[in-house]
T-cell receptor, first 110, second 114 residues
Framework: EADIYQTPRYLVIGTGKKITLECSQTMGHDKMYWYQQDPGMELHLIHY???????EKGDLSSESTVSRIRTEHFPLTLESARPSHTSQYLC?????????FGPGTRLTVT | RKEVEQDPGPFNVPEGATVAFNCTYS??????FFWYRQDCRKEPKLLMS???SGNEDGRFTAQLNRASQYISLLIRDSKLSDSATYLCVVNIGSYGGSQGNLIFGKGTKLSVKP
């Protein structure tokens, strides 16, 4: 099972602030993903990466951006947070056996 | 038609019951299949992969029917701890290929009662 870490676990922040959600993994997986999930709702893929310097947008339009400068690190940034960004953000890594999720960051924008 | 469809439930069953979930997928080129489990307000966790020949892991059995494009999950002797949402997941790309993203179903909620 992958070791994947996300910080912060919980974040309450005001509208207009810039935030970066951190995701790191120690398994050396090339593939990494960001999902957004509202309570009781389905997962939506917002970004993914197949390796260093590779980033792609997912199925759900998102105002966030990502970077992949190192294999183990895949941060997600919101330049100007809005209440509509309130959600849970889940980072995952992947190999042939499936995807492995971090514990998530629960974001509340007031 | 959605790419991956599941009955949202909830399935309310007594302890010890056998319960089965089905999931249908629309892309006939789908390559690999999984069941994930998600507890309330937690991250999804891989429960098992689904192989063409079917596979079993303890009380859990997964089966794939490519002709009808559905997969199933059978849970025998349900425990209280089995209460969760079960997500059907389909990969439309080949292993390691550029289309290797997973498509998640909305999930089926299971509640096992004493």
């Amino acid at each position: 099972e992958a070791d994947i870490y996300q910080t912060p676990r919980y974040l309450v922040i005001g509208t207009g602030k810039k935030i970066t959600l951190e995701c790191s993994q120690t398994m050396g997986h090339d593939k990494m993903y960001w999902y957004q999930q509202d309570p009781g709702m389905e997962l939506h893929l917002i970004h993914y990466s197949y390796g260093v310097n590779s980033t792609e947008k997912g199925d759900l339009s998102s105002e966030s951006t990502v970077s992949r400068i190192r294999t183990e690190h895949f941060p997600l940034t919101l330049e100007s947070a809005r209440p509509s960004h309130t959600s849970q953000y889940l980072c995952a890594t992947g190999d042939r056996a499936g995807q492995y999720f971090g514990p998530g960051t629960r974001l509340t924008v007031t | 038609r959605k790419e991956v469809e599941q009955d949202p439930g909830p399935f309310n069953v007594p302890e010890g019951a056998t319960v089965a979930f089905n999931c249908t997928y629309s892309n006939s080129a789908s390559q690999s299949f999984f069941w994930y489990r998600q507890d309330c307000r937690k991250e999804p966790k891989l429960l098992m992969s689904v192989y063409s020949s079917g596979n079993e892991d303890g009380r859990f059995t997964a089966q794939l029917n490519r002709a009808s494009q559905y997969i199933s999950l059978l849970i025998r002797d349900s425990k209280l701890s089995d209460s969760a949402t079960y997500l059907c997941v389909v990969n439309i790309g080949s292993y390691g290929g550029s289309q290797g993203n997973l498509i998640f179903g909305k999930g089926t909620k299971l509640s096992v009662k004493p």
